[in-house]
């Protein structure tokens, strides 16, 4: 079974610039998740969506969104790049079952994303 | 504030050792934990997790031990192998709800080298 798969591997902008992360999650996982992780860091959660419902937002501003579609893949967007904004852009999906269920998120290769 | 804390950047054991690395966590209401091995331009691979309800959950060479009181967790790797040189992340997340969010919050993360 394929895992959660991510587009594109690398990407290179500019300040100011805008771009769009994709992600399709492994077949079955309702639940899509989006981090940063820049060098040096552990991942940083940036959103959660669940039934194309954002459920959790991280501490990251507005010129991040993202949206999830009726097939659970997801998308995020950043505008206005920051030079900070350079980083790996990792996406997990998981099942997500009933409350009290701990299913761990699986993620994905990442965007590797470079601000010039 | 960090929540989830690595302390040892770095770790260096023999092959066919005991490998243990460390996390220790501040917040509370963290319930279930996950360790995940990350090898480089490749996403975070999960390895494995605990609730707070147990004290130890064994996978093959992998065991995870849980010191709620002490909020203190370890991942034990016995024998330590070539192939588990890697980058490994302790995360964390409160107990899950069935409608919030269940992001992860990561260490930084603890460099394993297995040495020949």
């Known amino acids: 079974d394929a895992g959660v798969t991510q587009s594109p591997t690398h990407l290179i902008k500019t300040r100011g610039q805008h771009v769009t992360l994709r992600c399709s999650p492994i077949?079955?996982?309702?639940?899509v998740s989006w981090y940063q992780q820049v060098l040096g860091q552990g991942p940083q959660f940036i959103f959660q969506?669940?039934?194309?419902?954002?459920?959790g937002r991280g501490n990251f501003p507005d010129r991040f969104s993202a949206r999830q579609f009726p097939n659970y893949s997801s998308e995020l967007n950043v505008n206005a790049l920051l030079l900070g904004d350079s980083a790996l852009y990792l996406c997990?999906?998981?099942?997500?079952?009933?409350?009290?269920?701990?299913?761990?998120?699986?993620f994905g290769d990442g965007t590797r994303l470079s601000i010039l | 504030d960090q929540q989830v804390k690595q302390n040892s950047p770095s770790l260096s054991v023999q092959e066919g050792r005991i490998s243990i690395l460390n996390c220790d966590y501040t917040?509370?209401?963290?319930?279930?934990f996950l360790w995940y091995k990350k090898y480089p331009a490749e996403g975070p691979t999960f390895l494995i997790s605990?609730?707070?309800?147990?004290d130890k959950n064994e996978d093959g060479r992998f065991t995870v031990f849980l010191n709620k009181s002490a909020k203190h967790l370890s991942l034990h790797i016995v024998p330590s192998q070539p192939g588990d040189s890697a980058v490994y992340f302790c995360?964390?997340?409160?107990?899950?709800?069935?409608?919030?969010?269940?992001?992860?919050?990561f260490g930084k993360g603890t460099h394993l080298i297995i040495q020949p």
């Open positions: 995360a964390a997340r409160p107990e899950y709800s069935g409608g919030g969010a269940d992001g992860l919050t």
């Open positions: 605990i609730s707070s309800i147990k």
């Open positions: 997990a999906s998981n099942p997500r079952g009933s409350a009290g269920s701990n299913q761990p998120q699986h």
């Open positions: 917040n509370s209401m963290f319930d279930y």
């Open positions: 969506y669940y039934e194309k419902e954002e459920r």
């Open positions: 077949s079955g996982h309702k639940s």
